[in-house]
Structures are given as structure tokens and as C-alpha cells.
């Protein structure tokens, strides 16, 4: 069973609009969420996390919200730079990490 | 370079020969991951280290796979008589956990693509 949804393969926006990436998750056992960045031939890389008893958290550009009775949690890009396209994955952690299947974000400039 | 680094970077065998892979995380870092991921999906977890204990498995990982850490540094996975469903990218993360169960951010390697003909 996939515990973690990304239901959009790929999202394009032009830059300097903002990107939303949208997660939907169905464990509601996970300690906390994360979001990693993968670029081509690139391991993922952390980009920014928030604890399950919290419902927002801003780093930068990226901020990253949870709403728990929905099971959802969106990433929010603002404003959106051409070196932000990559893959996004989203991820619910516990003692493992537990990654969805990734949205390939796209920015034109 | 203090990165989590992955040897070798790419590796193609014929089905039925043994292959093994080595992850080298950072070094302050407690525990060692490995995860695998096809095309179009995200990285699926397959065992994970703390020190040199082995201490959870993935039913993903069947009696071909063996993961070891000696002396809780670098680590090795090998698979015995690889199948093409095998090929994928081979992925090593590392972290640092601080006396809870829990360790957060996890730095990625590279990955290990493993292409089985």
C-alpha cells in the first residue's frame, strides 16, 4: 500500500509565481514530514521538514504546511527560481523514511 | 569531501552473478541506510544500521540481498545471482541519532545504478 501520495507527476510554472506541490499521506503513525529535492544523477537532498504536531513551517521560500484531519501536506515555493526544477519528493518519517513517488517541478523562466 | 560517497557509481552484470556495493556515510554519523528505487518511483527503503547492528529489514529484501557495517563505519550490500528485476539505483543515506528511535534529516549518496543484462 503506498503510505505516502503524490498524485501530480509533474507541475510547471513560470518563474517567479509561486509552486504549491501537493501530498496526501495515509500513516498516521509518522513522527514528522520532510521534503527532498533530487536533481538527475543527484542522491536527494533534505529541503525542509515539520513535526506532526505542528501545522506550519517556513524556511526561506519554502514553506511547508500539514493539515492533519485531511491527511495533507503541501510545499509552497515563493517565489519559484529556474534552479528550483528538480524532482520533489515528499516523505513521512519515523524510525525510516517513507518517500512518495516524487512531482517533477518544472520553472520557466 | 564529507559527503556520504558510493562506489561504484554504476555497475552492469549478467543475470546470475554476484555483485556488492559500498556506501562510506559521514563520519560522525550513528546510522547507515540503504534504499532502492525504480523508475518513477520514490526511494523504498531496505535495511538500515545503527553502529554495526543491523536493525530493521524490508520484506523488499529477500535472501539474495545482505547488508553488513563492520565496525559501524562503511557499509556493503550484496546481492547474490542478480536478476534483471534487480536493476535499479542503489541508494545510501546516513544519520545521526541522538538516544531516541527517531533520526531526522538523512544525507543521501549518489546512488549505485545497477543495470542487470
Known amino acids: 500500500d503506498q503510505q505516502v501520495k503524490q498524485n501530480s507527476p509533474s507541475l510547471s510554472v513560470q518563474e517567479g509565481r509561486i509552486s504549491i506541490l501537493n501530498c496526501d499521506y495515509t500513516n498516521s503513525m509518522f513522527d514528522y514530514f520532510l521534503w527532498y529535492k533530487k536533481y538527475p544523477a543527484e542522491g536527494p537532498t533534505f529541503l525542509i521538514s515539520i513535526s506532526s504536531i505542528k501545522d506550519k513551517n517556513e524556511d526561506g521560500r519554502f514553506t511547508v504546511f500539514l493539515n492533519k484531519s485531511a491527511k495533507h501536506l503541501s510545499l509552497h515555493i515563493v517565489p519559484s527560481q529556474p534552479g528550483d526544477s528538480a524532482v520533489y519528493f515528499c516523505?513521512?518519517?519515523?524510525?525510516?523514511?517513507?518517500f512518495g513517488k516524487g512531482t517533477k517541478l518544472t520553472v520557466n523562466p | 569531501d564529507t559527503g556520504v560517497s558510493q562506489n561504484p557509481r554504476h555497475k552492469i552484470t549478467k543475470r546470475g552473478q554476484n555483485v556488492t556495493f559500498r556506501c562510506d556515510p559521514i563520519?560522525?554519523?550513528?546510522?547507515l541506510y540503504w534504499y532502492r528505487q525504480t523508475l518513477g518511483q520514490g526511494p523504498e527503503f531496505l535495511t538500515y544500521?545503527?553502529?554495526?547492528?543491523?536493525?530493521?529489514k524490508s520484506r523488499l529484501l529477500s535472501d539474495r540481498f545482505s547488508a553488513e557495517r563492520p565496525k559501524g563505519s562503511f557499509s556493503t550490500l550484496e546481492i547474490q545471482r542478480t536478476e534483471q528485476g534487480d536493476s535499479a539505483m542503489y541508494l545510501c543515506?546516513?544519520?545521526?541519532?541522538?538516544?531516541?528511535?527517531?533520526?531526522?534529516?538523512?544525507?543521501f549518496g549518489p546512488g549505485t545504478r545497477l543495470t542487470v543484462t
Open positions: 516523505v513521512g518519517g519515523s524510525e525510516k523514511l517513507v
Open positions: 563520519s560522525e554519523h550513528n546510522r
Open positions: 544500521f545503527q553502529n554495526e547492528a543491523q536493525l530493521e
Open positions: 543515506a546516513s544519520s545521526l541519532a541522538q538516544g531516541g528511535p527517531i533520526a531526522y534529516e538523512q544525507y
